[in-house]
Each structure stands twice: as C-alpha cells, then as structure tokens.
C-alpha cells in the first residue's frame, strides 16, 4: 500500500454506496415515474455511473461526497479503467464486497485497489 494511504473504515464506504445507489434509483424513478421494480434499470444505472466517474475521476459520486477515492494499492496511482470495470462488477456481486481477506474487501485485494481518503 501507498505511503499516505489509509484505508478508509466501512461504514463511510457503505455510506457513499448507498448514496451511488439512491442516485440511481432516483433516476430510474424520474424516467419511468414509478417507485418499484425496475431493478435491472436501476442497477445497470448504477453500475454504469459507478464505473463511469471512478475511471474518470477517481471516485463515484457517492464516494464524492465523502471526498473518498478509488487508486492502485501500490502506485497510489488511478486505477486503470479494466481494473475499475472489474471492481465495480465485484461490487454489483455483492458476495466479494462482503467479505475481506486481511482487513480488505474482496473487490479491493482482487483488483490491487483501495479507497483513500481525497
């Protein structure tokens, strides 16, 4: 891991993924104006705007707002967009972001990434 590199604590991460995921259901609400169903939408929404702005700018919106930010574990460097699309596919697996090996999440050690406070 980097020099200045600190983990950050889960329940901040889980805090911006809830944010990631409200701003999905919102959107999907706006453009079928319903408030049920439509997980597909919702979670095509959110893993495109998770992966999206994290190989853009380094974190989702979610994690934005708790000025967090997604970078290779070693560099201290963006994470390349493959690396990105593969962690956010771990993440909409759900099972990998559960479970951690060495005080890291699954989607993190297999994608040599971790979340660092901006």
């Known amino acids: 891991m980097t020099q200045n590199a600190a983990p950050i ?5 889980f805090a911006a993924l ?3 995921w409200l701003g999905a ?3 999907v ?3 079928v104006h319903q408030n049920y169903g439509y997980e597909g939408e919702r ?3 959110f893993f495109a705007e998770v992966t999206l702005l ?3 700018m380094g974190s989702s919106a979610g994690q934005r707002v708790f000025r967090l930010k ?3 574990q070693n560099t201290g460097g963006a994470l390349p967009p493959l690396r990105v699309l593969i962690r956010t596919l771990l993440i909409v697996l759900v099972v990998p972001a559960l479970f951690k ?3 890291i999440s699954y989607h993190d050690y297999i994608c040599k990434s971790v979340v660092v406070r901006r």
């Open 43 to 45: 979670l095509l929404i």
């Open 9 to 13: 604590g889960m329940g901040v991460r």
């Open 18 to 20: 809830m944010l990631d």
């Open 70 to 72: 997604v970078v290779d």
């Open 29 to 31: 609400t706006g453009i």
């Open 25 to 27: 259901s919102l959107i």
């Open 101 to 103: 090996k060495d005080g």
């Open 54 to 56: 994290t190989a853009l």
